[in-house]
């Protein structure tokens, strides 16, 4: 889809009920949802963190989606595919603020130029106890990416048709830094597995598209 149209229509989420958790369940490995139910409460040392679904235009004019390649590290995220973002700091306004701050910091793009469209649901992380506040955001003009080295390994470019199609869903077995074997529902784009976290949330930004883009 090109980005004017799509740009154009956007705007009208904004109306829209959040799909919350059905969408996320859709997307959680069978692990996730069992670690949910046990839960009573959140932890106390439980931390927030702010990410964004950026959307922009590429240089051929169609509408493209952010991602970014995490490095490895020790830790439960590490060598992931996740949604610009990090954790919320004390000079944080809001979460909105960190979403957008991290944004700039991982990927370059400065914060006032990203014109934010709404938030989205709230996920909760057990294995980093994070509760993850993504947004989706709108960047007008062909992006000039900066990548944070030490943070991110490499910028993954998705076109949006390709994060509508259902033909991009998939199943997948992976060993993580946590668990062994685990079989869990992903989205393949550009090459890449997404799933865990960044895929719930995927998913629930993909419903809401799919409602005023493909009716």
Same mark, same amino acid.
């Given at each position: 889809m090109d980005f004017k149209s799509f740009s154009?229509?956007?705007?009208?989420i904004k109306n829209l009920p959040l799909p919350g958790e059905s969408a996320h369940l859709e997307m959680a490995p069978e692990m996730r949802i069992a670690e949910l139910k046990a839960m009573a409460?959140?932890?106390a040392d439980y931390r927030r963190a702010g990410v964004m679904a950026l959307f922009y235009p590429g240089t051929d004019g169609?509408?493209?989606?952010?991602?970014? $390649? %995490?490095?490895s590290y020790p830790g439960v995220h590490s060598a992931q595919i996740a949604f610009p973002g990090g954790q919320f700091e004390k000079s944080d306004?809001?979460?909105?603020?960190?979403? $957008? %701050?991290e944004t700039e910091e991982e990927v370059g793009i400065p914060a006032h130029e990203i014109q934010l469209i709404r938030a989205m649901s709230q996920v909760y992380i057990p294995p980093s106890r994070f509760e993850v506040s993504p947004f989706i955001g709108l960047l007008p003009h062909s992006p000039d990416f900066r990548k944070q080295d030490s943070e991110v390994a490499a910028l993954i470019e998705v076109p949006l048709q390709d994060v509508l199609s259902d033909a991009n869903l998939v199943t997948r077995q992976l060993t993580t830094s946590y668990?062994?074997?685990i079989t869990v529902p992903a989205?393949?784009?550009e090459g890449h597995i997404i799933w865990g976290a960044t895929a719930m949330m995927l998913n629930e930004v993909k419903s809401l598209l799919k409602q005023i883009l493909l009716t």
């Open positions: 154009e229509r956007i705007s009208k409460k959140r932890p169609v509408a493209r989606l952010l991602f970014i $390649l %995490r490095n306004r809001d979460l909105k603020q960190t979403a $957008l %701050r668990a062994r074997e989205f393949h784009l």
